[in-house]
């Protein structure tokens, strides 16, 4: 019957499974036969398949059940397969179970049982417990291995701490366990956070000279985020006489990891993408582009943006719209409305106010319905370059499209209207907000009760200022 029931597809349930074992394994311990069976591996077949059908609650419920009712003694290695899919589980609260069963163990924990524990607390952030594990397993006479460690070196890398990181790694050398790539790794990552690079590159050239460990992807990628976080804060303090030395570095490494047959992965690329195009350096962010294009990638949609942002912001119109022409107007990214509202802003910004109509105009052809946000983009567009007729012409629109202004549009047409003194625009606009549920921002209604104690505006209007606030 045990026998049917591991090769049943899908298995049984706990209870089923259960109730033949609490029948069959009392039976066959009164007959002292039992380890002459092969019931021990029909318990581990049948846990080891809960766990592959990610049924691992149930795995630790039949567990506790085989502990609670003494049916059998569970090895060290059916307590290991079950806390590590609870660690495995993406439900936080599955990490308590583990440490449960891991309490209540009647055998031995060796050093798989620690290694999943401590790994599975450092994926949710439970660093205190983790540590104490592991002080636990260094006390006990369990060898700890190189996984052991790097678990531990990488939650101390993850804190910031790399004064208590390289103590560690005396502690294995003592032990006489060498470091491999994965330690390194995240010693170096913790570098490249903090935006150590010079220390970074050294512990590489120590892991090569003295180890023989050659840098792999993530020893890469950890540089080349490194040195783009690096031109990122220059960047911001406008240290720009430092910004090339940072880049020619980032280039360096991806050169070289391209010789080593080594790719970033996306989040790299569109990180090394966005510092060139800050730093102007257009012919190194193009041959990077073409580099994740070629691949089947393209960049994010917020790094767009940003790129996007930052060109028209520095007056940079011929180069982003070369960005924007190589990816394609019918391109998923260029028909995406927050693109689209970047650029038109941009266009509006550099006095283009007649390809932004253009583009504005052509997006119906293109199937594409413009969104509140864009409507807003031009009618904005059109206030600041004294465009007003253009402006309510373009809010008629939207209301006719049925794509209802929101809070900024009004606040803000009501603003421009009170400055270019339209006040009979105001008046039908305050109308529309109270019947649409809108309301006044603090500027805005400021300029109102100013508009109206200076006589511009009629003081029976008041009463409708005051509901909308």
Known sequence: ?????????????????????????????????????????????????????????EAYMFLNKLIKHKLY??????????????????????MDDALKLYQEMVSQPDVVTY???????????????????????????????????????????????????????????????????????SLIDAHCVKGEMDKARSLVNHMVSNHHLAPDTATYTSLLNGYCNDYDKMDEANDYCKDDNKMDDAMLIYHEMNEKGFKPNCVTYNRMIQSCFSAERFEDAHKLLDDVLAQGQTLYTNTYCDILHDLLEKQLLAEALSLYDLLGEDSKLNSDMSVLEVLLDGLFDCGEHDFARELFEGLSA??????????????????????????????????ENHCWPTTDTYNYLVLVYLQNKCYDDVKVLLYKMKRQKHYLYKSTLSMLRA???????????????????
């Open 73 to 94: 003694q569970p090895t060290t290695l059916m307590y290991n397969t079950v806390i590590i899919a609870l660690c495995d589980n993406p439900d936080k609260t599955m």
């Open 115 to 185: 290694n999943s524990l401590v790994s599975g607390l450092c994926k949710i952030r439970r660093w205190a417990k983790a540590y104490f594990l592991l002080k636990g397993l260094l006390d006990k006479d369990i060898s700890p291995d190189v996984e052991t460690f790097n678990i531990l070196i990488n939650t101390i890398c993850c804190q910031g701490r790399l004064q208590v990181a390289a103590h560690v790694i005396y502690m294995m050398h003592q032990r006489g366990i060498s470091p491999n790539i994965a330690t390194y790794n």
């Open 366 to 399: 293109r199937g594409l319905k413009p969104t509140p946000g864009i409507y807003s983009s031009m009618i904005c567009g059109f206030c600041e370059e004294g465009l007003m007729n253009d402006a309510k012409r373009m809010f008629l629109e939207m209301e």
């Open 1 to 57: 019957m045990l026998e049917k029931m591991t090769r049943e597809d899908p298995l049984p349930c706990v209870d089923d499974f259960t109730h033949i074992l609490e029948v069959v394994i009392p039976l066959l311990v009164n007959q002292n036969v039992f380890y002459k069976t092969s019931c021990v591996s029909y318990i581990a077949s049948f846990l080891v398949g809960l766990v592959f059908e990610d049924r691992s609650h």
């Open 451 to 469: 508009s109206v104690a200076a006589g511009s505006l009629d003081v029976t209007l008041s009463n409708l200022i005051k509901k909308l606030v």
